[in-house]
């Protein structure tokens, strides 16, 4: 039993693993700097937002939605986080919780009108993209805000252990996600809601709580990632973090995800955000220029999609 | 009127699978004549002419059009060679205007661009020859009413030229008005020596229209007849045909005196005051044709739809109550299999277990909201084992198994979740027969537990073998019910057509439909 368990899961992830061995070999080789231990805590550092956001996205895209506003979110919780650290003297940790519940919140808000108005969430989420983004210029009076030291130890590495907090928790958010998803009553019937939400209801489910929690989720997931990013830049950027919910969906894409619902691992999106940091410092490191980066990242993820879609194909009996 | 057959369809036979739906057919249409098609549901007629109009190719069999090799393998080729098919469905592109939609395949362009003047001008000549000068052309076809849409559709259907044309059910969404100026059309097109394909389940329009009728029964050719030398009540003896009931002796009654299930005056939708009961232990079958409201009836208790009017009565709610969701039904003490398992029944991608627990994780695999996985494994492999599921194992996904299994996957979810009632629409549909025994032994052990069932079918043996007692629901409405005592094959089927043959008389069919004719050959 336990030997076929592993056995599934080396199938399960094995392709994933497999792409990225072979991104660190090409690096290691064709780069003198990448095979240290000094890039491996590079990547370990820079992932921690990206991979919360991944987590949330995870499960979004499970149920069949799709949440755009991850960006801004994170921006708005970041910005929430340092104007109460700054300006109102609080904590870093009862900032954090404000700037959670404020993304938690919004995210519900999505959930609320999407789930429940059954308006698609492609364009709620896109509403919510600007408005959080016009909120935290509002919070921010559209100027950075300066924190320093005080969030700055999140996203550092620990003395002796190579990883920042801000990484274990992240991993540890990984972790939780996966658990809830295979393991949890709430993981099965996000997957059931997103392979087929008419069944769910025949099936005597009220499908829509749960549709809207996982919104909530990550809304959280932002709160954190929102720290994560100000920690490593000791600074709140009003105009930081665009465009990353595309990095997130990649992510989840790449680890198999199904935009179309039912089917995805937040392990596999965590690789997938993996993959994607590699591919970035790698290529970095080897001198390629950013339109060529630019080019070469989209290849990789077409290219991972299509061999995704090949394998299910294959798969399929009939 | 010629004599020389236009279409001749020979030996016609198509098989899905194990399964044959039509057998040895051979009909034969003269141009110039409307030929009905009747039979109850699943005799066939719809399956004959989606092979004539070349949406599906038959199994053995050739066809002649005009004294030529006919063997069309597209819609498209079909319609190249002058055949033209209206099915009950309406193909109409929504978002579009009707003219776009009356001259899809020939909208009017100049090197790519359309011209709408010309477009428009052609849709109104074809609208108001068939009597739709109110309907504006560049109104989008949604924006229609069904009858008016429908209208359309045929107008589509009509406005190209054709040698053979089948209307499958046009009236069935159409006013009496509108139903008088399709007939004249028809009529019209008859004199320019078309030959109509043309089935309906209303009777009295069939009586009224049609030159000759042919008769299909579970698939196979029953005759041929001129129309006038027919009752009503001839025609739905020739449908219905003798009824064998040979398994009506082993039957075993499990019925109680304890009421399990009683609905009221239930009203949604199509479904028009419905009431009926169903004590502990008791099996009843609900039959009708199609389109008579079988499945809504379904859905409107278990609150899939929600009714507007009456309620519904059962043990855990004695005071009655309008579900207005699945979960209170389910709470309640429901359960409803659904006819297309695939769309609303299962989750096709995922596997046995998580289908088969899917409606009981908190009830029983669960503590604390942890999956409790060993659990589910094993009760889920005691479902595969005691309903016979053929599979390798309980983590397969339910899409690679056969219809048949896949039926078993999605009751074991309700076997699992356990329930007072039990809702069964079309259980065995598609299915083989192995599988088909299985679901009514299963039905038979369900009953002997006390457990009330009710059992939408199309297939009267199968309510025959399987049922205590038959409601016949037409036209949305409950008209009958038969004990097993005093029913009969004819006298279900004359319940089932009952709202189809002029209102409020008794079937003295000469009076009615011949004054009905007079009428109109004036």
Known sequence: MNQSKWFQSVVQYGGLLLVLLLLVIVFSVSSNNFFQVSTLVTIANQIPDLTFLAVGMTLVLIVRGIDLSVGSLLALSSAVLGVLMVNQGWSIGSALVAAMLVAGLCGTINGLISVGLGIPSFIVTLGMLEIARGATKVVTDSQSVYIGSKVEWFGQPLGSVPFSPAFVVAVLAVIMGQFILTKTVFGRYCVAIGTNVEAVRMSGIRSAPYAIAVFGISGLMCGLAGLAQTSRLSTVDPNGAIGIELAAIAACVIGGTSLMGGRGSVVSSFIGVLIIQVLQTGLAQVGVSDANKQIITGTVIVVAVLLDALRIRWGKPT | ?522
């Open chain 2, 1 to 522: 009127m010629s004599q020389t057959p236009l279409l001749q369809t020979i030996k016609l036979t198509k098989h899905y699978g194990d399964v044959t739906v039509l057998r040895n057919v051979s009909l034969d249409v003269r141009a110039g004549e409307i030929h009905a098609l009747l039979g109850a549901n699943g005799a066939g007629k719809s399956t004959l002419c989606k092979i004539i109009s070349g949406l599906i190719s038959p199994s053995d069999g050739t066809m002649q059009l005009a004294g030529a090799n006919y063997a069309p393998q597209t819609k498209q080729q079909a319609e190249a060679s002058g055949v033209e098919i209206v099915q009950q469905e309406l193909n109409l592109i929504g978002t579009l205007s009707v003219a776009e939609n009356l001259l899809l395949t020939r909208l009017p362009n100049r090197g790519g661009l359309l011209r709408s003047r010309l477009l428009h001008d052609q849709a109104r000549r074809i609208l108001d020859r068939f009597g739709l000068s109110q309907v504006a052309t560049g109104a989008p076809v949604e924006s229609l009413g069904v009858g008016h849409q429908q209208m359309v559709e045929i107008a589509t259907a009509l406005a190209r030229q054709c040698r053979v044309l089948i209307l499958d059910e046009p009236t069935a969404a159409l006013s009496g008005t509108e139903s008088e100026q399709l007939f004249g059309h028809l009529r019209g097109l008859r004199e320019q020596g078309v030959g109509i394909i043309y089935i309906s389940h209303r009777l009295d329009e069939v009586a009224a229209i049609s030159d000759r009728i042919t008769v299909l029964r579970d698939g196979q050719y029953v005759t041929t007849r001129k129309t006038a030398s027919l009752r009503a009540d001839d025609m739905v003896d020739l449908i219905s045909g003798d009824a064998p009931q040979s398994q009506a002796a082993r039957y075993q009654s499990h019925r109680t005196d304890e009421m399990a299930l009683q609905v009221r005056s239930l009203t949604c939708g199509k479904v028009r005051d419905v009431s009926l009961q169903v004590h502990r232990g008791q099996r009843l079958g609900i039959t009708g044709l199609v389109g008579s409201g079988r499945t809504e009836c379904l859905r409107a208790i278990f609150g899939a739809d929600v009714a507007t009017s009456g309620e519904v009565m059962l043990r855990a709610r004695p005071l009655g109550v309008r579900f207005s969701s699945p979960s209170q039904a389910v709470a309640a003490g429901l359960a409803m299999v659904t006819e297309d398992r695939r769309q609303n029944g299962l989750l096709l991608s995922q596997s046995i277990a998580v289908n088969t627990t899917l409606g009981s994780l908190w009830k029983r695999f669960s503590r604390w909201g942890l999956l409790q996985g060993a659990h589910e494994r094993s009760v889920s492999s005691d479902m595969v084992d005691d309903l016979g599921i053929q599979c390798q194992t309980t983590q397969q996904s339910v899409a690679t198994l056969s219809g048949g299994n896949q039926q078993k996957v999605a009751i074991a979810k309700w076997l699992v979740r356990d329930a007072d009632v039990f809702l069964f629409d079309e259980p065995t549909r598609g299915i083989d027969v192995a599988a088909r025994r299985r679901i009514y032994r299963l039905l038979e052990s369900l009953s002997a537990q006390g457990k009330a069932c009710v059992i939408v079918s199309s297939d009267l043996q199968e309510l025959f073998e399987n049922c205590d007692s038959i409601a016949v629901m037409c036209d949305g409405r409950l008209v009958e019910t038969f004990e097993r005592k005093n029913w009969s094959q004819e006298k279900i089927m004359r319940a089932s057509f009952s709202g189809y043959i002029q209102a409020g008389d008794t079937m003295t069919g000469d009076t009615v439909i011949g004054d009905k004719m007079m009428g109109e050959s004036v």
